[in-house]
């Protein structure tokens, strides 16, 4: 079994910067889809970014293109996300996810019913 947590989360001022880490312990997640989701207070969970197990491939959402980056590192245990140029609509808990599914289709990396394991998230909050 592998469990997730999130850290890095806090307050900043818009236009700055966080950067979010997953750590896993327990057994590694590898060779698995990793993925980082967001919701905010009285909104459905959202799909921020994914990273395929080895890193060769990466998806984000439209809001956050161009101004947040997912990375990986097998070998710690470790799943990224650093976010630049942050906007008060960035407001939210941040989950870090890993999917079991061996295989990586986009359909399945933007889709939560795809992941099983979750932590239990760090909120960001951006002021204006």
């Known amino acids: 079994q592998v469990q997730l947590v999130e850290s890095g989360g806090g307050l900043v001022q818009a236009g700055g910067s966080l950067r979010l880490s997953c750590a896993a312990s327990?057994?590694?997640?590898?060779?698995?889809?990793m993925g980082w989701f967001r919701q905010a207070p009285g909104k459905e969970r959202e799909f921020v970014a994914a990273?395929?197990?080895?890193?060769?491939?990466?998806y984000y959402a439209d809001s956050v293109q161009g101004r947040f980056t997912i990375s990986r590192d097998n070998a710690k245990n470790t799943v990224n996300l650093q976010m630049n140029s942050l906007k008060p609509e960035d407001t939210a808990v941040y989950y870090c996810?890993?999917?079991?599914?061996?295989?990586?289709?986009?359909?399945?990396?933007?889709?939560?019913?795809?992941?099983?394991?979750w932590g239990q998230g760090t909120q960001v909050t951006v002021s204006s």
């Open positions: 990273i395929s197990w080895n890193g060769a491939s990466t």
């Open positions: 996810a890993r999917s079991l599914v061996n295989v990586w289709y986009i359909s399945y990396a933007l889709d939560p019913r795809r992941y099983d394991d």
């Open positions: 327990g057994r590694t997640f590898s060779r698995y889809t």
